[in-house]
């Protein structure tokens, strides 16, 4: 069997997908590329030589919410990667579907170790042209197209289109509330969209204080 070039390997991950790979979700039109393209991608890209394990699963009722810590291993390298999901219940408070959750957060947690390799980056990137994707440094990705117009530094009490996932709250986040979630390890806010009022208070004691003073008092 053909050595397994890591280098090569993570190229042919990196690599542009096919036109029309990008999917956007119909509840928020965020883009997003489904993770059956990723296996894919990564099974064809090391010869079916690489591996996922799931390392840590918490299932926290009270928050409703399954986090997942996932490593995926291409040859001598591992990247960890972390997944939430949102545990639903009934009218009566009783879990539904649980194992679904379980599964979504299990997903995710795979997608973003893998994401650490720039998978799909190059799609992705000009549909988040007005987040990282337009961002100079990384302007490679975009093979010289230009950055969005919009500056959101102009703009810092904005609201955005991120909504709270609290439980019945849905409330749009104010960009300092997205720039906020920013700061506290380990969160993912892609996923833990929480307005301030709704972090879970043991994600909110992690926010270092002089930000979090910032933040309640803007004009000081
Ligand atoms: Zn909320």
């Known amino acids: 069997m053909e050595e397994l070039n890591y280098q090569d390997v993570i190229e042919r991950i990196k690599a542009r997908f096919p036109q029309g790979t990008v999917r956007q979700r119909e509840d928020n039109g965020r883009a997003y590329i489904p993770n059956q393209i990723y296996t894919d991608r990564v099974e064809s890209a090391t ?37 939430f999901s949102e545990i639903h219940a009934d009218g009566s408070g009783k879990v539904k579907q649980l194992s679904t ?7 995710e947690a795979v997608r973003d170790a893998l994401d650490t390799w720039q998978i799909g980056w190059r799609d992705l990137a000009p549909y988040n042209s007005k987040d990282w994707g337009g961002n100079p440094a990384l302007g490679h990705l975009l093979h010289g197209e230009p950055p969005g117009e919009i500056d959101f530094t102009k703009q810092p009490a904005a609201v955005i289109e991120r909504k709270c996932v609290f439980a019945n709250c849905g409330r749009k986040l104010t960009r300092d509330e997205w720039e906020l979630l920013g700061h506290i390890p380990n969160l993912s806010r892609e996923r833990m969209t929480y307005c301030f009022e709704h972090i879970p208070n043991h994600y909110k004691r992690k926010i270092p204080s002089e930000i979090q003073e910032a933040f309640l008092n803007p004009n000081k």
């Open 47 to 83: 010869g079916s030589r690489w591996d996922r394990e799931i390392r840590d699963v918490e299932v926290n009722i009270p928050h409703r919410f399954v986090k997942v810590i996932a490593r995926v291993t291409i040859g001598p390298h591992h990247r960890d990667g972390i997944g």
């Open 101 to 107: 959750a379980v599964d979504q957060a299990a997903n």
